[in-house]
């Protein structure tokens, strides 16, 4: 199913990001994502996420489909040059991929792998371009693509925490125009900020998802704020997690992002849930915010 | 030695839209030698833009515009003309139009691509770098350039991984985009970055088979002068 026909029925949606593990045994991903079958749209499967080798999105949306859970496949411009690129989404759309999140990725420099060449051949406004192309039955080249055109439902990222903000919008505008049905943003803790630009943005009529990292620690929002840039905890947020006990610092984590969701979801269009390993957690956390 | 190419006279002019009065910067260097700049330059390019319609309020040569030094002395004597202009037409590579884009608050456009390095890096190497793309974008981003100030060379905007102003790869390396973003704003044209640029063309970094054969691009090679 596309993520737009979610936006357009209930008006909201809720994903779940998706790690593939570094390794080829994806059980464990697997089962621990299958009791959010009924309660998340879409698993938004990461595309070798903060430029860490991990097995691929594509083959893990294609196994989470086999399963009946409905994947948004990541694809950033990192490590393929145009012709990969167009490549693998062709190839994406004969495994049944429906949703594709299109993005610049990170720099090799910030993974295991800093050895790396950077390739961004395109960046993520020219990516969404190019994918608008072949849907419409055309190659980066010109030329016609033989047969039925691939479909997705095309989303891309933006960074609501950027200082400055305007050419994030800007940006944004731009990733509209290229063809993006909607918007999934990185983590965020601070409401009124928020508030103000999904103000901002309202012209652009696009669904907007408010991006929640579950923050497991308090050295975890403090290394967040200091290294992740746009994300902003703030201290009363660190400070109360900082105040439990060790054992009841779960509790108290899904209880301050069900409190954020349920401040969150009256803004924007959908909620992304970047579970870093709590997918097990995410049950919990929904009906805390009753979702 | 850089070697330039002459921007087609169309899309020069497309980035001139709605400016009259125009200052003709060329250089003497790499640029004379290669027949896109020195006095040759500055005389066909001043037909051409007076043919449309365009006022050239000075023609102006410096001997090496890569020299922030040599072009602030030289361009102190004109600021009066300078102010009076809209912009700055530069025939130069791609560290000249950005070493004007430096010391000058006008905006700069290039009219001329960057197509080989030959091994010099511009005369005064400073932080302003040029990777000989052959499809200048310094019209496009007030002077400054995305391919070698973003350490991703994005056309479209900034990555979103900024912080305070610092790349995602070294917190002690400006953010290209937030140093074009800062001067579009100073310039007043911000609207720039509303511009969808298309993917690069790399095959233009690819020496023609007409340059290899110059002294230019290889001189125990060159078979013309």
Redesign the interface.
Known sequence: MKLIERFKQAGFAITCEAGPPKGIELNKLIDELEPLREKVDAFNVTDLQSSVLRVGSMATCRLLKERGLEPVMQLT?RDRN?LALQSDVLSAATLGIENLLCL?G??P??GDHPQAM?V???????LL??VKGLMNGKD?AGNDLEGKSPDFCLGA???PG???L???I??M??KV??GAQFFQT?AVYEVDKFADFCEKVSDLNVPVMAGLVLIKSPAMARFMNE????IHVPDEIIDELAAVPKEKRVLKSLQISARLIKQLKNLCQGIHIMSLGWERHVPALLEMAAL | MLFTKNKPIDEILDSLDGEKNIFLLACNGCAEACGTGGQQGLDTTKAELEKAGKNVTAACLVDFLCNKLLVTTRLSREMETITKSDSILVLTCGVGVQAVSKVINKVVHPADDTVSLGGLQGLWPAEERCQACGQCALDYTGGICPVTTCAKGLLNGPCGGAQNGKCEVDPEKDCGWQLIYDRLKKLGRLENLAKLRTPRDHSKMLPSQELRKTSFYDVEQATES
């Open positions: 411009c145009r610049t990170d720099h420099t910030l950077p961004f051949d395109l960046d993520s406004v020219q371009a190019a980066m990222a933006v960074n950027a200082d400055p305007e050419p994030q800007i940006k505008q731009k125009n290229a990185q290294n992740v840039a746009g």
